[in-house]
């Protein structure tokens, strides 16, 4: 688009995917906490979650999907997981099937600057 987007780090990391389901979480959707981040944000496309020791909450992204696979885009580090350690994200979909067969990719992650 001709925007300019300063960032101030990249990190080589692998990424999966995640959805909101039971499946994914372990929550159903009478759990009182279904689709609520570890931050208290609302799961949607645009939400990662993150090891908070490698990239903080509340950190904002922009995630370039290495290969075919059209990138993830801008992104808010905004949940945890219990897998979720060092090197590894997951990237938040509405689609299970994408979901499943998503595996596992290597992406680049541009840490934003505050701006």
């Known amino acids: 688009r001709g925007d300019v987007v300063r960032y101030q780090n990249v990190i080589d990391m692998r990424a999966t995917a995640y959805t909101a389901s039971l499946k994914d979480t372990g ?31 509340g950190t904002k992204v922009y995630v370039e999907v290495a ?20 090197d590894l994200i997951d990237l938040y979909f ?6 499943d067969s998503w595996g596992v990719k290597r992406v680049k992650v541009y840490i934003l600057n505050d701006q």
Do not use: C, W
């Not at 609302?42 to 020791?53: C, E, F, L, N």
């Not at 509405?94 to 979901?99: A, G, I, W």
């Open 27 to 57: 929550k159903s959707p009478d759990h009182p906490l279904f689709g609520i981040t570890a931050t208290g944000a609302r799961v949607k496309k645009g939400i990662i979650a993150v090891d908070p020791r490698v990239i903080p909450l």
């Open 94 to 99: 509405d689609d299970q099937s994408y979901v």
């Open 67 to 86: 290969g075919s696979t059209p990138d993830y885009g801008f992104a808010v580090a905004a949940d945890t997981g219990g897998a979720i350690k060092g």
